[in-house]
């Protein structure tokens, strides 16, 4: 069984990305329609309270302040990447990496986040506020790659075996101009 979820879920990663080769325009936008902790509570590593969603803006969707609670020791990330057809499809995992990694290699997700706000580039992170600006993203920010539609990502940050942080950001990635109005939402 599981076997045949990791051909569906190879298959459909495929599909996406032969389907991008061929779509109308490579140059993407991308609009944050929500971002919140998996429990629906504050974890220890952040309080995300202070950041919202805004409909109806020409920017991609987010603004307000994120604290990071602590500074970061060498914790490692990882998830899940997730395509809406008629229910949410896990399509890709994200590999487990260290933070410190993630921010030397760049991960398409955070570059776009560091764009706009003033998240770190580079290690040791320490605590402290990031404020998030609701600012147009560049169509050139968004790689091809990326499939359109209504995404969602889970992100798992572990400190040795314990979850010290879990969120959910839902996008809605569209060729062309962005929507005025919220779509993916269940």
Not at 111 to 121: A, D, F, G, I
Not at 125 to 144: A, L, N, Q, S, Y
């Amino acid at each position: 069984d599981s076997q045949h979820t990791l051909e569906m879920n190879l298959s459909l990663t495929l599909f996406f990305a032969v389907f991008s080769l061929f779509s109308p325009s490579y140059e993407k936008g991308i609009k944050i329609e929500e971002v919140r902790t998996c429990s629906g509570k504050q974890g220890q590593l952040t309080d995300i309270s202070g950041l919202h969603t805004t409909e109806g803006t020409d920017g991609w969707g987010l603004h307000g302040k994120a604290l990071l609670l602590h500074n970061l020791p060498n914790i490692t990330l990882g998830g899940m990447f997730y395509k809406r057809l008629i229910d949410w499809i896990p399509v890709l995992p994200i590999p487990s990496i260290t933070a410190c990694n993630l921010l030397k290699k760049g991960f398409w997700l955070y570059k776009v986040l560091q764009n706009h706000s003033n998240l770190p580039t580079a290690c040791p992170v320490k605590k402290g506020t990031f404020t998030f600006r609701d600012e147009k993203i560049k169509d050139t920010e968004v790689p091809w790659y990326a499939p359109s539609g209504c995404v969602k990502t889970d992100l798992k940050f572990n400190l040795g075996n314990k979850t010290i942080g879990c969120y959910k950001i839902i996008a809605n990635v569209v060729s062309g101009p962005l929507p005025k109005k919220f779509m993916c939402l269940d």
